[in-house]
């Protein structure tokens, strides 16, 4: 049997944890730079707000509602995700966690010790509202994407009061005929628009297909998901979630950039975020892309990128930085109004099998980047830092909604007075 916990709205839902006096209100979280509403909780959903629609044009209706407004507050997201898993680990001996409010569970010889899936489910959510004031919903089934269904019916489907499970062809079949086709897994819009000119419009219509038929219409993965579908697991923790591909790390400006060391110290900290995410996947860069840009808006728009390649793939913060300094004199330019910079690495390695070269020295310094990663993971990133990265108050995104750091910064924890 497999499980999959996910948080309710986990944004929206992370901000009122630490505010029991926002718990019964509607709660809207937005996007960097307070641009678009990424997460709406279960309250604020009644009033027909939906996800993704720009700030600005729903504002005067967020007021008339009294929906309460909050930035992306990202460094207590990243705590709550990892006090919540923690609780989540306790429950099964077989973990995977898959994003930042979603985790795998594989119970395998469990059957002796579980006499009662929902039950035991309802145990999750318990311990996990108790320890965290999180809520969640718990979907089981006997392969990864029909614990995904059932998850979904957990939190979306009427009568399962967050806790569902697929465990025989009944329960399959009551949640797949309920379940449009974008809500599988794996099935994004562009496929399912393809598979509805076929005549396939739910869960269980594409359960019913033939394996063999959808690898050859579509591809290798559609026809694993109709074998998932179907009881059959094909997915393992590797393959539920491989390693990427490509790694960026790029945001608008909170307000425009036009000087020189501003646009630097804000393209050099992108550097320093790609290789810290590098380093959490073990992988190395061979080939780093560095740009920046003014708004396509703008009447004279300006936009430059260019690639530097290592001689020795890397994971260094300090050459990654020197890198980007390298290159930087070619991309900036004066008089323009800088809206948006990124670093992407679009060629990674695996550290554990680098083609070492006879010439060329690794540059490597592993030490020296795990005493890096542990100060900044102890006490908060940006803790410590390449010189230049800066200082960030000039291009800092706009948070103007965000709630204090209870978790992560001394000054903001909440203060109990008895």
């Known amino acids: 049997m497999y499980a999959l916990v996910d948080a309710v709205s986990y944004y929206a839902s992370a901000e009122k944890v630490f505010d029991p006096s926002i718990r019964n209100k509607p709660v809207v979280v937005l996007t960097n730079n307070d641009g678009c509403i990424c997460a709406v909780d279960p309250i604020a959903r009644k009033l027909g707000i939906p996800k993704f629609i720009p700030y600005f044009q729903i504002k005067h209706f967020l007021a008339k509602h009294n929906v309460v407004i909050r930035s992306s507050n990202y460094e207590l997201y990243a705590d709550l995700s990892e006090r919540m898993m923690n609780v989540i680990s306790r429950f099964c001996d077989n973990q995977y966690v898959y994003s930042i409010d979603e985790s795998f569970l594989h119970f395998k010889n469990y059957d002796s010790l579980i006499k009662d899936w929902h039950q035991y489910g309802h145990e999750i959510r318990r311990?996990?509202?108790?320890e965290?004031?999180?809520?969640v919903g718990v979907g089981f089934g006997t392969t990864p994407t029909l614990a995904k269904a059932a998850n979904h019916a957990a939190k979306k489907l009427n009568g399962y009061n967050g806790v569902a499970v697929i465990n025989d062809d009944h329960s399959r079949k009551e949640i797949l005929e309920k379940m449009s086709l974008t809500d599988v897994w794996g099935i994004g819009s562009k496929l399912g628009k393809r598979l509805n000119i076929l005549g396939i419009k739910t869960g269980w219509e594409l359960a019913n297909q033939s394996p063999k038929a959808m690898r050859s219409q579509f591809s290798v993965l559609v026809e694993r998901t109709?074998?998932?579908?179907?009881?059959?697991?094909?997915?393992?923790?590797?393959?539920?979630?491989?390693?990427?591909k490509e790694i960026f790390s790029t945001r608008s400006f909170g307000q425009r950039?036009?000087?020189?060391?501003?646009?630097?110290?804000?393209?050099?900290?992108?550097?320093c975020i790609v290789a810290r995410k590098i380093r959490k996947q073990r992988s190395l860069i061979k080939r780093l892309l560095v740009f920046a840009s003014s708004s396509p808006h703008d009447d004279n728009y300006y936009k430059k990128s260019l690639i530097y390649e290592f001689p020795?793939?890397?994971?260094?913060?300090?050459?990654?930085?020197?890198?980007?300094?390298?290159?930087?004199?070619?991309?900036?330019?004066?008089g323009v109004n800088f809206y948006r910079c990124g670093v992407g690495a679009i060629e990674l390695e695996n550290c554990q099998f680098q083609q070492q070269d006879f010439f060329n020295t690794s540059v490597n310094n592993q030490e020296l980047m795990q005493c890096?990663?542990?100060?900044?993971?102890r006490y908060g990133n940006g803790i410590i830092e390449v010189a230049a990265a800066g200082q960030r108050e000039k291009?800092?995104?706009?948070?103007?909604?965000?709630?204090?750091?209870?978790?992560?910064k001394w000054h903001e924890i909440p203060k109990i007075i008895c």
């Open 127 to 130: 311990a996990v509202w108790k």
């Open 132 to 135: 965290t004031r999180l809520p």
């Open 226 to 244: 109709v074998n998932e579908l179907n009881g059959i697991a094909c997915l393992n923790w590797d393959e539920v979630r491989q390693d990427k």
């Open 257 to 271: 950039v036009t000087e020189y060391n501003s646009l630097k110290a804000a393209i050099t900290s992108h550097g």
């Open 312 to 334: 020795v793939a890397t994971d260094n913060t300090l050459k990654i930085a020197a890198a980007i300094s390298f290159v930087f004199d070619e991309i900036f330019l004066n």
């Open 372 to 377: 890096y990663d542990h100060i900044n993971k």
């Open 395 to 408: 291009w800092e995104m706009r948070r103007n909604f965000l709630s204090p750091g209870y978790t992560s």
